[in-house]
């Protein structure tokens, strides 16, 4: 089961054209492509007729044509043309999903049409700030439940054994976390102190020696994530509203965990960051490193689906899953609530 009412990252801007696509969000097959205007639409993606795709046909102005017998559908999924008969049966009308473009995201409610609101799509500060630079990559497909990215990206700590060339050093290893529940999701958080500028930042940091360093793990209902490091000069962390002008580096990573289903997830991901923001080597060597650093957790988060499906003993849980369960268990609140709500309408 999933969180419905709320908004996912159906694609990323560039995917979505004038060319009839199929995209797969929560199990379900949509349709998606532009309006002449350049407005994203996704339907369904199944003629009512003889259950076709209508990713098959194709996009006649801002109307789908279905590929088998002509049936034509506007951007709401009202069916407009049944060829050779002029009633239209309302049968034939299909269900239209909210969508809006974002960050260079198409975003999707997969929930009731009525309840969408796009002020509750994830805020990106300092997205459009000139004084920021920005790095992006291309989503990468996860072959595991999207959960298991979320216990990922509330465990600081990994970074120090599966990062040990990038994100982690020894210093990531045995700092306490601080785990705090929102009304929008958890944060695991911690500063570490005097500690070595960890590999991948070392290009980055405008400053010489050891730093003061935290670690801001955010995760928001249902699977977006806003992680935050700052790296600022030894003896000058731990308050975030008073750290030295222009001698800190801060990174404020964003990542979108779309569920295609059960077992897949398509991850998407973009860095800021308040440094050289004009600088299109030191964006590139983010994305590079960034695309790599996510890999890594790729290869182990199959290895976990994999042996999470065919445990033979029971899994342990540590102190360092404080963070992880508490998500899992409040997002499990939400979700049965909205199937409820749903069930009992």
Same mark, same amino acid.
């Given at each position: ?7 996912? *990252? ?12 199929? =995209? ?6 949509? *349709? ?11 339907? &369904? ?25 002509? @049936? ?15 009633? =239209? ?18 975003? #999707? ?14 805020? &990106? ?8 630079? =920005? ?50 999701? *958890? ?39 806003? =992680? ?31 569920? #295609? ?10 860095? #800021? ?8 080597? #030191? ?20 290895? *976990? ?12 849980? @540590? ?14 609140? @939400? &979700? ?10």
């Amino acid at each position: 089961m999933y969180l419905r009412n709320t908004w996912y *990252v159906a694609a990323s801007d560039e995917e979505v054209t004038r060319e009839p696509r199929q =995209i797969m969000v929560l199990g379900e097959k949509i *349709v998606v492509y532009r309006t002449l205007a350049g407005d994203p639409i996704a339907l &369904i993606d199944a003629c009512p007729h003889r259950k076709l795709p209508l990713s098959k046909g194709r996009v006649k102005g801002d109307q789908i044509e279905c590929g088998y017998h002509g @049936l034509t559908f506007d951007c709401s999924g009202s069916c407009v043309r049944v060829p050779g008969q002029d009633r =239209i049966p309302p049968a034939t009308n299909i269900h239209a999903y909210p969508v809006e473009s974002r960050y260079g995201l198409v975003w #999707i409610w997969m929930g009731d049409p009525a309840l969408a609101d796009t002020d509750k799509i994830f805020e &990106i500060k300092h997205y459009d700030d000139p004084n920021w630079g =920005i790095n992006r990559g291309d989503a990468i497909p996860f072959p595991c439940n999207y959960l298991y990215i979320t216990d990922n990206l509330l465990d600081p700590s990994h970074v120090a054994w599966v990062h040990q060339s990038s994100f982690g050093n020894a210093a990531c290893e045995e700092e306490p976390l601080t785990v705090t529940g929102t009304d929008t999701g *958890v944060i695991v958080s911690r500063w570490m102190y005097d500690v070595e500028v960890a590999p991948f930042y070392k290009k980055l940091v405008p400053f010489e020696g050891n730093c003061d360093r935290e670690q801001h793990y955010e995760v928001r209902y249902p699977s977006l994530a806003y =992680i935050k490091a700052i790296f600022t000069p030894a003896g000058t962390g731990g308050d975030v509203n008073n750290l030295p002008e222009g001698q800190y580096f801060q990174m404020d990573s964003y990542n979108f965990m779309t569920p #295609i289903d059960e077992k897949t997830t398509r991850y998407f991901w973009f860095q #800021i960051r308040n440094v050289l923001p004009d600088d299109e080597e #030191i964006s590139q060597y983010m994305s590079d490193s960034v695309n790599f650093a996510f890999n890594e957790d790729r290869d182990i988060l199959i290895e *976990v689906q994999k042996g999470m499906e065919k445990k033979t003993t029971r899994n342990v849980d @540590l102190a360092i899953d404080a963070g992880p369960l508490l998500y899992r268990r409040r997002l499990q609140k @939400l &979700i049965n609530a909205e199937q409820a709500a749903t069930e009992t309408a």
